[in-house]
């Protein structure tokens, strides 16, 4: 089946600094990716919308000063969040749209944790 | 604007046992699709089942099921013959063709007794 890998796993930071998760696809081109977010024993929130070569969709709330998101290939999408605070420690999903046969299924990457100090 | 809606925040079961989680949804579309997603202690998420709107049959994969009632608006999940591998959060989840977005309900932890 489809991979979507997410580097890195896990990170720790310094309140101030700025923190880049990458998002692939290793099998497949997506077009569109999905940024989420999930706070403990919480669901998946999504972020934003993320279209190759265009400027990603942010959810209501969402600040897009804080939550860059690039989408510069058909297998990578990035987001980097800036000058980040301990309420931004959170695990970040990032999902990419394939196709399998007739339909378009959204798959998953493994999450990262992002711990800031 | 749509909603996903899972009522029951833990359940428990025996192994081998049978556990339906229920999930209720609410949309004005026609045209959508709904999904139940397995996410174990590794956080990995996992697609358990999907079911296509304009689909009457209920979908099926091997011990789990869906009961999908369209004008009542619910999509349960049934697992037979429950494993202890079966333990994990599971999310009720709806998307349409417009834009793929998917929305998640608050979830079910489920517990599997040995």
């Known amino acids: 089946g489809a991979v979507v890998s997410q580097h890195p796993s896990w990170v720790i930071c310094k309140s101030g600094t700025s923190v880049k998760i990458e998002c692939r696809s290793l099998d497949f081109q997506a077009t569109t990716m999905f940024w989420y977010r999930q706070f403990p024993k919480q669901s998946l929130m999504l972020m934003a919308t993320?279209?190759?070569?265009?400027?990603?969709?942010?959810e209501q709330g969402v600040e897009k000063d804080k939550f860059l998101i690039n989408h510069a290939s058909l297998t990578l999408s990035t987001l980097t969040v800036t000058s980040a605070h301990p309420e931004d420690s959170s695990f970040y999903i990032c999902?990419?749209?394939?196709?399998?046969?007739?339909?378009?299924?959204?798959?998953f990457g493994p999450g990262t944790r992002l711990l800031v100090l | 604007a749509q909603t996903v809606t899972q009522s029951q925040p833990e359940m428990s079961v025996q192994e081998a046992e049978t556990v339906t989680l229920s999930c209720t949804y609410d949309t004005s579309e026609s045209d959508y699709y709904l999904f139940w997603y397995k996410q174990p202690p590794s956080r990995q998420m996992i697609l358990v089942i999907r079911q296509e709107a304009y689909k009457q049959q209920n979908a099926t994969e091997n011990r789990f099921s869906v009961n999908f009632q369209k004008a009542a608006k619910s999509f349960s999940l049934k697992i037979s013959d429950s494993q202890l591998g079966d333990a994990a959060m599971y999310f009720c989840a709806y998307s349409t063709n417009r834009d793929d977005k998917i929305i998640f309900g608050k979830g079910t932890r489920l517990h599997i007794l040995p």
């Open positions: 999902s990419a749209s394939g196709r399998t046969g007739n339909f378009e299924t959204q798959y």
């Open positions: 993320s279209n190759e070569g265009s400027k990603a969709t942010y």
